[in-house]
């Protein structure tokens, strides 16, 4: 399970509106050891597509690095859907590597934007497996 | 004389420590970084085929020598040198 406070789901919304109709993505991490979200830090979409989304590979480089030194993890890795429900593609299956993070997905297609589909997954080995979510 | 080629630190991600016996850190030597993965593959059996495809760097996997994406400094053709350090971080990507 996921358990996020509301001020950050607030800010990932935020983010993918504004970046909307090109995908969003950022992370949420926290205190190694503990899966605790605790500070948002919103990445730049190297693509800039509707359909696509990948870290700047320095903004990420250096993301790790300040990971390290503060003994923090990927708690929560998200990015946006623009034309398509807030669940993972297959591509996104396919490149997901932190099978410890929580990825979640937020759409931002207008008959679902107001429907506030915020979701969460974990996927480990190709495989998606859905997860509750608890909003704090 | 034999020429001798620099061991440097490389930093392994969580999705790649299964080949190194869990270890964070590794060591390999090599004076290009065709040749560090080479010695990386020798060394961690499997490695090579998570980093290359087709005799390239993956396209996912992002590689960096001290500060830079090897992408921009001749990638496997990349020198290395006494000291520098190489990171692997798969790249964090998707799409709808």
Redesign the interface.
């Known amino acids: 399970m996921l358990s996020i406070s509301q001020e950050f789901v607030d800010a990932i919304y935020a983010h993918a509106r504004a970046d909307h109709p090109d ?1 969003a ?1 950022g992370v949420i991490v926290g205190p190694a050891g503990t899966g605790i979200p605790t500070r948002h830090i919103p ?1 730049r979409n190297a ?1 800039m ?7 700047d ?2 903004e ?2 250096k993301l ?1 690095r300040d990971l390290d030194d503060r003994d923090e993890v990927l708690v929560v ?1 998200y ?1 946006s ?4 429900q807030a669940h ?2 297959r ?2 299956i396919a ?6 993070a929580h990825y979640v997905l937020v759409s931002t297609r207008e008959e679902l934007a107001g429907a506030n589909e915020f979701r969460s997954f974990r996927i480990v080995d190709g495989v998606a497996t859905e997860e509750p979510v608890q909003i704090r | 004389m034999a020429v001798s080629t620099p061991e440097i630190d490389i930093r392994i ?3 790649l420590r299964p080949y190194t016996g869990g270890e964070k850190s590794v060591q390999a030597s090599g004076s290009t970084l065709a040749e560090l993965v080479a010695d990386l593959d020798r060394r961690f059996p499997g490695m090579g085929e998570r980093l290359l495809e087709d005799g390239k760097l993956r396209r ?1 996997i ?1 590689v ?1 020598l001290n ?1 830079e ?1 090897v ?1 921009f400094i001749g990638s496997l053709d990349a020198l290395i040198s006494s000291g520098d350090n190489l ?1 692997i ?8």
């Open positions: 995908e993505c990445m693509a597509s509707p359909t696509f989304y990948e870290f590979s320095i990420m480089l790790y890795i990015h859907h623009t034309s398509t993972p593609s591509t996104d490149y997901a590597s932190e099978p410890d | 991600p969580t999705i996912f992002n960096y500060d994406d992408r990171t971080l798969p790249a964090v990507a998707g799409g709808s």
